[in-house]
């Protein structure tokens, strides 16, 4: 099949999924031509049967903002007639939905067009006033639509009266091969030179991360034991971070690697992994840790549970609660037994359920579906 894939190239879950599915269709003998504004990050190197096209954004003196959905829609438009192309799958709703709709209008026989839904696409942007009705119209014009966890179905089913029978459960995934436990002794002394453990946290540093909480449970298991935070990754809050880690006093125990696009050769050193996000769609850096058979300390939120199984590869507390967490953290890093335990469960979650080869098939069978 000739597939279209609309996503965000920037960092972040949505457009590392739709990179990695992109790839993955390929490597499966489909070809798939991607849409957007810029070469997706995960995008790197040569894959047979994958095109990139580039949306074009010119700016005119009449216009205060470039007109992005615009341009996709024409874009998606050229593709379309030019490619021949089967189906349109777009990541992220907004305002991709709405650019991919507007481009099978302007053709005589559209392409079937796909829809999955990644999280603040539905929780954030989607609700404000000024999107929730072309959100909605938006998906509702979707022959096919998936949200990448059963919360965020539910939270589309409730907030923009999608029927429910409409949204399928399609889950991120990973790969296996790629993100898996290595021996990384050389690398983790870069980190912790006096062999401390190194907790690792990876975002995109945006207020919904909490990572001010990240700083504060690092403060508190550094109390019970010798140890060093990594944290990768840039956006907003990372000042905030830094400011935070100068007023616990642990400045000097804290690494800020920035924007990093190798994050399978990081993670593997880590002992565990924070996410304290109040709000998780899915938690697709969670599930990159376990891969790599890093245990999981994070706040029980939104799809994260359905990742991360609490005493099992992981554990989960409430939003906000850094004394538990500090608690759980200490209580994985002080025993060996344990933590070997949990590393081999999650890194058997990951290969079972959420590895490449047993979530693709689900994408071509909708394919098949509706083609």
Same mark, same amino acid.
């Given at each position: 099949?000739?597939?279209?894939?609309?996503?965000?190239?920037?960092? =972040?879950?949505?457009?590392?999924?739709?990179?990695?599915?992109?790839?993955?269709?390929?490597?499966? &003998?489909?070809?798939?031509?991607?849409?957007?504004?810029?070469?997706?990050?995960?995008?790197?190197?040569?894959?047979?049967?994958?095109?990139?096209?580039?949306?074009?954004? $010119?700016?005119?003196?009449?216009?205060?903002?470039?007109?992005?959905?615009?341009?996709?829609? #024409?874009?998606?438009?050229?593709?379309?007639?030019?490619? =021949?192309?089967?189906?349109?799958?777009?990541?992220?709703?907004?305002?991709?939905?709405?650019?991919?709709?507007?481009?099978?209008?302007?053709?005589?026989?559209?392409?079937?067009?796909?829809?999955?839904?990644? =999280?603040?696409?539905?929780?954030?942007?989607?609700?404000?006033?000024?999107?929730? #009705?072309?959100?909605?119209?938006?998906?509702?014009?979707?022959? &096919?639509?998936?949200?990448?966890?059963?919360?965020?179905?539910?939270?589309?089913?409730?907030?923009?009266?999608?029927?429910?029978?409409?949204?399928?459960?399609?889950?991120?995934?990973?790969?296996?091969?790629?993100?898996?436990?290595?021996?990384?002794?050389?690398?983790?002394?870069?980190?912790?030179?006096? &062999?401390?453990?190194?907790?690792?946290?990876?975002?995109?540093?945006?207020?919904?991360?909490?990572?001010?909480?990240?700083?504060?449970?690092? #403060?508190?298991?550094?109390?019970?034991?010798?140890?060093?935070?990594?944290?990768? =990754?840039?956006?907003?809050?990372?000042?905030?971070?830094?400011?935070?880690?100068?007023?616990?006093?642990? $400045?000097?125990?804290?690494?800020?690697?920035?924007?990093?696009?190798?994050?399978? $050769?990081?993670?593997?050193?880590?002992?565990?992994?924070?996410?304290?996000?109040?709000?998780?769609?899915?938690?697709?850096?969670?599930?990159? #840790?376990?891969?790599?058979?890093?245990?999981?300390?994070?706040?029980?939120?939104? &799809?994260?549970? $359905?990742?991360?199984?609490?005493?099992?590869?992981?554990?989960?507390?409430?939003?906000?609660?850094?004394?538990?967490?500090?608690?759980?953290?200490?209580?994985?890093?002080?025993?060996?037994?344990?933590?070997?335990?949990?590393?081999?469960?999650?890194?058997?979650?990951?290969?079972?359920?959420?590895?490449?080869?047993?979530?693709?098939?689900?994408?071509?069978?909708?394919?098949?579906?509706?083609?």
């Amino acid at each position: 099949m000739k597939i279209g894939i609309t996503c965000y190239p920037t960092y =972040g879950g949505s457009g590392a999924v739709a990179t990695e599915l992109g790839i993955g269709l390929a490597a499966r &003998g489909h070809e798939v031509h991607f849409i957007s504004y810029a070469q997706p990050f995960r995008l790197s190197g040569f894959h047979e049967r994958v095109y990139f096209h580039e949306v074009e954004l $010119e700016r005119y003196p009449l216009f205060e903002t470039s007109h992005y959905t615009l341009a996709l829609a #024409a874009a998606i438009h050229d593709t379309a007639l030019r490619q =021949g192309l089967d189906i349109v799958h777009v990541h992220y709703a907004i305002p991709h939905a709405t650019s991919a709709w507007i481009a099978g209008e302007m053709l005589e026989t559209a392409p079937p067009l796909v829809t999955t839904l990644h =999280g603040t696409d539905v929780t954030l942007v989607g609700l404000h006033p000024s999107f929730r #009705a072309i959100t909605r119209f938006s998906i509702l014009r979707s022959q &096919g639509i998936t949200a990448v966890s059963r919360f965020l179905k539910e939270v589309t089913v409730r907030d923009f009266e999608v029927p429910e029978e409409q949204v399928r459960v399609i889950p991120n995934f990973v790969d296996t091969e790629l993100f898996r436990p290595r021996d990384n002794a050389a690398r983790k002394r870069v980190f912790a030179p006096a &062999g401390e453990k190194i907790l690792m946290h990876v975002s995109n540093f945006r207020p919904v991360k909490r990572v001010r909480d990240v700083i504060d449970v690092f #403060a508190g298991v550094r109390r019970e034991m010798p140890c060093r935070l990594v944290m990768v =990754g840039d956006g907003p809050d990372r000042p905030r971070a830094a400011q935070r880690a100068m007023e616990r006093g642990v $400045e000097r125990d804290v690494v800020f690697l920035g924007k990093h696009a190798s994050v399978e $050769e990081l993670l593997p050193c880590a002992d565990l992994f924070l996410l304290t996000s109040e709000s998780e769609s899915f938690g697709l850096a969670a599930l990159e #840790a376990i891969a790599c058979g890093v245990p999981v300390v994070g706040y029980r939120a939104g &799809g994260l549970p $359905e990742v991360i199984t609490h005493g099992e590869n992981g554990l989960l507390v409430p939003v906000g609660d850094v004394e538990e967490a500090v608690t759980a953290a200490a209580c994985l890093l002080g025993g060996a037994e344990l933590w070997h335990r949990f590393s081999e469960a999650g890194r058997h979650a990951a290969v079972e359920r959420f590895a490449v080869a047993r979530v693709l098939p689900r994408y071509e069978a909708l394919y098949r579906a509706l083609a």
